[in-house]
């Protein structure tokens, strides 16, 4: 469980979704009301010793001396909010960012990224709280990012990164890695088709298709679970 935790984080570091920065959780399979995540430090250096148990107020367990990272409210309060979340990845992958910063929502490009038709939400830290940090370092944070979201799959955050949640831990990864290759596709089609209204999946073929994903994701992480050395 903890080595799986550790990969899924050298896995979305291999795949550019995070940098020094960003973290994924996964809901505690045994103990609903907790979940872990790694202790605060690049995800590409997370090793299984790093994961952290964190009750659903984000209070860690079992840290000892380690430091927990800042924006660990994100993953408590949608576990809390979400019962049908089991895995949560928070990046500011760079692809994503612009589409939080200007009025042009995210569309579900092609098939792998079907998860995104249902809509894509943005939530601006600044609506209730106004001039910050722009990080969601407390429950309020949490709670007003996770109303934003919904009972969607992603939610953006102006002028910071996204969330990408999923049922599973392979669910999760799989959507945070399409939603940055959805963005760049999406920068591409602009482009080549001069700002043109694009062909994107309509909800229906989004639910459609998302269902086909299931499997995907499953391929997906066994290929990327492979290169993971620790
Ligand atoms: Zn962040």
Redesign the pocket.
Same mark, same amino acid.
């Given at each position: 469980m903890r080595e799986d935790v550790a990969a899924a984080a050298r896995i979305l570091a291999a795949q550019g979704v995070v940098d020094a920065? +960003?973290h994924v959780s996964m809901r505690h399979p045994a103990r609903k009301d907790r979940y872990l995540m790694a202790c605060a430090k690049a995800p590409a250096l997370v090793r299984p010793e790093d994961i952290v148990e964190y009750d659903l107020d984000s209070n860690a367990l079992d840290a000892g001396s380690r430091a927990s990272f800042l924006?660990r409210f994100i993953h408590g309060e949608i576990y809390k909010a979400r019962g049908d979340v089991g895995a949560v990845v #928070?990046s #500011?992958s760079p692809s994503v960012v612009p589409f939080g910063l200007v009025d042009a929502p995210m569309q579900a490009m092609f098939h792998n990224a079907a998860f995104l038709a249902a809509g894509v939400p943005v939530f601006d830290i600044r609506e209730k709280f106004g001039a910050t940090d722009m990080?969601?370092g407390n429950t309020a944070k949490g709670v007003a990012l996770t109303e934003v979201m919904g009972r969607r799959d992603v939610v953006l955050m102006r002028a #910071? +990164?996204s969330v990408a949640c999923g049922p599973s831990l392979q669910a999760a990864v799989f959507r945070a890695v399409y939603t940055e290759v959805n963005a760049r596709i999406q920068h591409w089609t602009n482009a080549l088709g001069h700002g043109a209204r694009p062909a994107a999946l309509d909800s229906e073929e989004g639910r459609l298709a998302d269902a086909v994903n299931e499997k995907a994701a499953l391929r997906a992480w066994d290929l990327w679970r492979s290169q993971v050395r620790f």
């Open positions: 920065f +960003g924006e #928070h #500011h990080l969601v #910071h +990164g």
